[in-house]
């Protein structure tokens, strides 16, 4: 794992409005963060350089292009088959997200599907079927809310009933 990258007030902002509006132009960021459109190319040019920004995008609203049916798999697999089932589920299109972690299973994916049926095809056909997969559970997604990552450090993250960090 690289190391992270030190962020200070103005780099926050900068990533916190861009989360917001990833079109924002350069001369808008700058006169929201307080600096010169030259510093602030700087810093968005750091902060892609560090890897912080990885990339810009945009968010689609799966509803609205056929993907009716989302779901959360568990999955636990073999021991030593985690890498080639990771690489192969991210390229199944219907997967959105995968993550390896701890605990009762091995891999938490989202998938997104047109259907019910879709959904009950990709789990059979692609997803039991690899080799390494011992088991998986579905979970319907019936409602989801989006929102935007805080950084360490975000005022946000601190809340009145949170104790003092040396408490």
Same mark, same amino acid.
């Given at each position: 794992?690289?190391?992270?990258?030190?962020?200070?007030?103005?780099?926050?902002?900068?990533?916190?409005?861009?989360?917001?509006?990833?079109?924002?132009?350069?001369?808008?960021?700058?006169?929201?963060?307080?600096?010169?459109?030259?510093?602030?190319?700087?810093?968005?040019?750091?902060?892609?350089?560090?890897?912080?920004?990885?990339?810009?995008?945009?968010?689609?609203?799966?509803?609205?292009?056929?993907?009716?049916?989302?779901?959360?798999?568990?999955?636990?697999?073999?021991?030593?088959?985690?890498?080639?089932? $990771?690489? *192969?589920?991210?390229? @199944?299109?219907?997967? +959105?997200?995968?993550? &390896?972690?701890?605990?009762?299973? %091995?891999?938490? =994916?989202?998938?997104?599907?047109?259907?019910?049926?879709?959904?009950?095809?990709?789990?059979?056909?692609?997803?039991?079927?690899?080799?390494?997969? $011992?088991? *998986?559970?579905?979970? @319907?997604?019936?409602? +989801?809310?989006?929102? &935007?990552?805080?950084?360490?450090? %975000?005022?946000? =993250?601190?809340?009145?009933?949170?104790?003092?960090?040396?408490?």
């Amino acid at each position: 794992m690289s190391q992270p990258s030190t962020l200070d007030d103005t780099d926050r902002r900068i990533v916190h409005l861009l989360q917001q509006d990833g079109r924002m132009s350069m001369r808008d960021l700058a006169a929201a963060v307080h600096v010169s459109r030259a510093h602030v190319y700087t810093r968005v040019k750091r902060l892609l350089d560090e890897g912080v920004i990885r990339r810009f995008t945009i968010q689609v609203d799966p509803e609205r292009v056929g993907f009716s049916t989302s779901a959360y798999l568990t999955m636990k697999v073999e021991q030593n088959s985690w890498r080639q089932i $990771r690489d *192969t589920l991210a390229a @199944l299109p219907w997967v +959105e997200h995968v993550a &390896l972690v701890s605990g009762d299973f %091995d891999v938490l =994916l989202l998938v997104r599907s047109a259907s019910n049926k879709t959904l009950r095809d990709l789990v059979f056909t692609h997803i039991q079927n690899m080799p390494g997969v $011992r088991s *998986t559970r579905t979970l @319907l997604v019936f409602d +989801e809310t989006d929102h &935007l990552p805080a950084l360490p450090g %975000d005022p946000e =993250l601190i809340r009145e009933s949170d104790p003092p960090p040396d408490a």
